[in-house]
């Protein structure tokens, strides 16, 4: 398998399209082979301007040289020379080319000499399948979704087919190519310096995982078991691409809205798949009118009762179904919900669902459609560090393990008092001290902002606490409750006004639900 730098594709940040990609050249690609995922550049152009550039991939053998991969996903087509990605029009192969000539200028900037190696570009269409032939400046330079397990056969003749300028003489040692590329940092002690190494520990798919892709290939419905941390989501999502490139369609339904934004985000650029939270999908698919939806608003029977009952209805009547129907975070589903999401796979449709019964915060009833078949079981956590993991261990019923391979992480803090004393002295901490992005901080409450400790005014220190992700303005840092948070994740995570008092949080499954959402540090402000 090929060295791949970072070690992870983070499926929170890049395009399922990159995900898919990523994993194919990882796993086709000899081991002679060193691939940069996401590689960020800084060079100036003729005029001496400095300029900031992306490359999604770039392959570099050692002997071989250097090719540069754009990866553009969903439907691509060509029109009077010029290029789309669904109706956006866009220039791959021009911008695959400017980004080889960086890379050279880059390596030859870093090591004052010239290159003896071929640099080459391609482009990588994962949506696309076999075509007799390409506009003239794409001839033989486009990998489709259909030939991505023959990538080392792709990258091998398109470099093949590359020139070396004959004035061009040596050699140059591929310690001095990995070093200009991704110099030696010696790393300190702060938060942001080890997570920068840790991520490069964590990887997505377990044994386990690779072995329940192939169950998911055998039976067509089938239910899957797995703690927190376990890579559910991910293989959603997987087999979600995985169905929809066979022209099927998909429908992936989740519970909270948040975490559905996530995954249609990743997803985008698949046109078959549908994805939504499961009641924001009923109004939508129903065209529910306002006033109907918002006599119920305030009343749980919306969720568990109403809408269920009202979408049931509304398939019976419209014959309303998908060829594959794949639920994430099952446990938050009423058994009235699961009548009417039963209803909607084909007759001899696929049917999988995901959940973790110590993550069950809404329902009273975990009562999941009977299959026949026992579920499959994920155990092995691959999301958190060992010390996070160590502090969720005593929450989860399932015996989770983690692997040798995880990261032990930073120490979970523990603080007792004045909780928003000690959130404006942990954020300084955080920002000043450890050098952490207040974009890869969450605030976790068990309530709405105005209804924890700090009211109306939610300014703290020199922080000011938002009830949004997107957008965030300076000095600003996200809140959600944690039911909201469902199905997320951060890098760290701070729980807020943590008290036994609370219903919300002595429920072990939502303190458990909250913990496990952090994957390098967490931190608990517990009030006195």
């Known amino acids: 398998m090929a060295i791949m730098i970072p070690a992870e594709c983070d499926p929170t940040r890049r395009p399922m399209s990159e995900q898919i990609v990523f994993e194919a050249i990882r796993k086709n690609l000899s081991d002679d082979w060193s691939v940069f995922h996401s590689f960020d550049y800084v060079t100036r152009d003729q005029r001496l301007i400095r300029w900031d550039g992306e490359i999604d991939f770039l392959l570099y053998h050692p002997v071989k040289g250097f090719l540069v991969l754009e990866v553009k996903g969903g439907a691509i087509s060509y029109r009077n020379g010029h290029w789309y990605q669904e109706d956006r029009e866009i220039d791959p192969v021009?911008?695959?080319?400017?980004?080889?000539?960086?890379?050279?200028?880059?390596?030859?900037?870093?090591?004052?000499?010239?290159?003896?190696?071929?640099?080459?570009?391609?482009?990588?269409?994962?949506?696309?399948?076999?075509?007799?032939?390409?506009?003239?400046?794409?001839?033989?330079?486009?990998?489709?979704?259909?030939?991505?397990?023959?990538?080392?056969?792709?990258?091998?003749?398109?470099?093949?087919?590359?020139?070396?300028?004959?004035?061009?003489?040596?050699?140059?040692?591929?310690?001095?190519?990995?070093q200009a590329l991704?110099?030696?940092?010696?790393?300190?002690?702060?938060?942001?310096?080890?997570?920068?190494?840790?991520?490069?520990?964590?990887?997505?798919?377990?044994?386990?995982?690779?072995?329940?892709?192939?169950?998911?290939?055998?039976?067509?419905?089938?239910?899957?078991?797995?703690?927190?941390?376990?890579?559910?989501?991910?293989?959603?999502?997987?087999?979600?691409?995985?169905?929809?490139?066979?022209g099927k369609s998909v429908l992936l339904l989740c519970f909270n809205q948040l975490l559905a934004g996530h995954l249609q985000r990743s997803m985008k650029g698949f046109p078959n798949v549908t994805v939504a939270a499961f009641f924001e999908y009923c109004i939508e698919i129903m065209k529910l009118p306002a006033e109907q939806v918002e006599k119920y608003r305030n009343d749980p029977r919306l969720y568990s009762d109403v809408l269920p009952k009202l979408l049931k209805q509304y398939i019976f009547h419209k014959c309303l179904c998908y060829d594959a129907v794949i639920v994430d975070e099952g446990q938050d589903f009423s058994p009235e919900a699961w009548e009417a999401i039963s209803l909607?796979?084909?007759?001899?449709?696929?049917?999988?669902?995901?959940?973790?019964?110590?993550?069950?915060?809404?329902?009273?009833?975990?009562?999941?459609?009977?299959?026949?078949?026992?579920?499959?079981?994920?155990?092995?956590?691959?999301?958190?560090?060992?010390?996070?993991?160590?502090?969720?261990?005593?929450?989860?019923?399932?015996?989770?393990?983690?692997?040798?391979?995880?990261?032990?992480?930073?120490?979970?803090?523990?603080?007792?008092?004045?909780c928003r004393a000690h959130l404006a002295a942990e954020l300084e901490r955080l920002v000043m001290g450890e050098r952490i992005p207040l974009r890869d901080i969450?605030?976790?409450?068990?309530?709405?902002?105005?209804?924890?400790?700090?009211?109306?005014?939610?300014?703290?220190?020199?922080?000011?606490?938002?009830?949004?992700?997107?957008?965030?303005?300076?000095?600003?840092?996200?809140?959600?409750?944690?039911?909201?948070?469902?199905?997320?994740?951060?890098?760290?995570?701070i729980l807020y006004d943590v008290t036994d008092a609370d219903p919300r949080w002595r429920d072990p499954r939502g303190l458990y639900t909250a913990m496990s959402r952090a994957i390098h540090q967490l931190i608990i402000l517990k009030k006195s």
Request: some cysteine.
């Open 94 to 178: 021009n911008q695959a080319k400017r980004n080889k000539y960086a890379v050279r200028q880059l390596l030859e900037e870093r090591l004052n000499r010239p290159i003896p190696l071929r640099f080459a570009h391609a482009v990588c269409f994962p949506s696309c399948g076999f075509q007799e032939c390409w506009p003239a400046e794409a001839e033989g330079i486009v990998l489709t979704g259909d030939a991505l397990p023959y990538v080392e056969q792709f990258a091998s003749r398109v470099l093949e087919e590359t020139q070396i300028p004959n004035r061009l003489g040596g050699a140059v040692s591929p310690a001095d190519i990995m």
């Open 442 to 493: 969450v605030i976790l409450g068990a309530h709405t902002l105005e209804h924890t400790s700090m009211g109306t005014d939610s300014t703290v220190g020199r922080f000011h606490i938002v009830n949004r992700e997107a957008a965030l303005g300076k000095l600003e840092v996200s809140y959600y409750t944690y039911m909201k948070f469902k199905g997320c994740e951060q890098k760290v995570v």
């Open 344 to 418: 909607l796979p084909e007759v001899d449709g696929y049917f999988y669902i995901f959940y973790d019964p110590d993550q069950n915060i809404y329902t009273k009833e975990l009562k999941l459609p009977d299959f026949g078949i026992p579920p499959v079981v994920l155990t092995q956590n691959c999301r958190n560090t060992r010390k996070i993991f160590e502090h969720l261990r005593p929450y989860q019923n399932l015996s989770a393990t983690i692997s040798d391979r995880a990261p032990t992480g930073a120490d979970v803090r523990v603080l007792y008092g004045d």
């Open 182 to 246: 991704s110099p030696v940092f010696e790393y300190g002690t702060r938060l942001s310096e080890r997570i920068a190494g840790e991520e490069k520990q964590f990887f997505l798919l377990t044994e386990q995982q690779c072995a329940l892709l192939g169950a998911l290939t055998q039976f067509k419905k089938l239910q899957i078991l797995g703690c927190a941390g376990s890579g559910k989501t991910v293989m959603a999502q997987k087999k979600a691409v995985a169905l929809a490139a066979q």
